[in-house]
């Protein structure tokens, strides 16, 4: 069974950092584009950021461009998101995802989010 | 940036009706045009990609068209376990999502 598992999130103040993690199992993970896709309480759905299956090309939605880092570690199966320079805009349920194996079809796995509460 | 927008924001409707979700994109983006289902405290689920394509394991009730600027999901006969939140997103280059149509019971 495909698995998504994040962790990491939390409360930090503005101007803080944290670093999410993603744990995946039930598929190659080495095989797949992953994503970040995160959602603010109430409010709909933004894509953050994704990564390449060998981690050479990495695209950034423009609000978070140069403060977050999305990396993988392929032979632990996981994906990373750091997050620097946190706002208070940046509040959201932070989804892992799994990229369709057909280019530019969306994501078609997803876990189940990890809480990112930025205030003082 | 292109910008993604659906209508209607919110839909009452009755198990058994066929209901049509629109989404239009402020340019052209082929077929690159997903739509997914978020049910209240879940992950989302992607039910079309690629305007058309079902996803393996969607019903066939929901089915997906359009190209260029104007793209519709249609639900031919509405089950109770439809009534949730749909997104489109476009993803050609970057992701982008429209900002949801929420389908309530009527």
């Known amino acids: 069974e495909v698995q998504l598992v994040e962790s990491g999130g939390g409360l930090v103040q503005p101007g803080g950092s944290l670093r999410l993690s993603c744990g995946a199992s039930?598929?190659?993970?080495?095989?797949?584009?992953m994503s970040w896709v995160r959602q603010a309480p109430g409010k709909g759905l933004e894509w953050v950021a994704n990564?390449?299956?060998?981690?050479?090309?990495?695209y950034y939605v423009d609000s978070v461009e140069g403060r977050f880092t999305i990396s993988r570690d392929n032979p632990k199966n996981s994906l990373y998101l750091q997050m620097n320079s946190l706002r208070v805009e940046d509040t959201a349920l932070y989804y892992c995802?799994?990229?369709?194996?057909?280019?530019?079809?969306?994501?078609?796995?997803w876990g189940q989010g990890t809480l990112v509460t930025v205030s003082s | 940036d292109i910008q993604m927008t659906q209508s209607p924001s919110s839909l009452s409707a009755s198990v058994g009706d066929r209901v049509t979700i629109t989404c239009r994109a402020s340019?052209?983006?082929?077929?690159?045009l997903n739509w997914y289902q978020q049910q209240p405290g879940k992950a989302p689920k992607l039910l079309i990609y690629?305007?058309?394509s079902l996803q393996s394991g969607v019903p066939s009730r929901f089915s997906g068209s359009g190209s260029g600027t104007d793209f519709f999901l249609t639900i031919s006969s509405l089950q109770p376990e439809d009534f949730a939140t749909y997104y489109c997103?476009?993803?050609?280059?970057?992701?982008?999502f429209g900002q949801g149509t929420k389908l309530e019971i009527k």
């Open positions: 690629t305007a058309s």
């Open positions: 039930g598929f190659t993970f080495s095989s797949h584009w």
């Open positions: 990564i390449k299956e060998d981690g050479s090309e990495t």
């Open positions: 995802a799994r990229d369709h194996p057909v280019a530019t079809a969306g994501h078609d796995c």
């Open positions: 997103q476009r993803s050609h280059s970057k992701y982008t």
């Open positions: 340019q052209s983006i082929s077929t690159y």
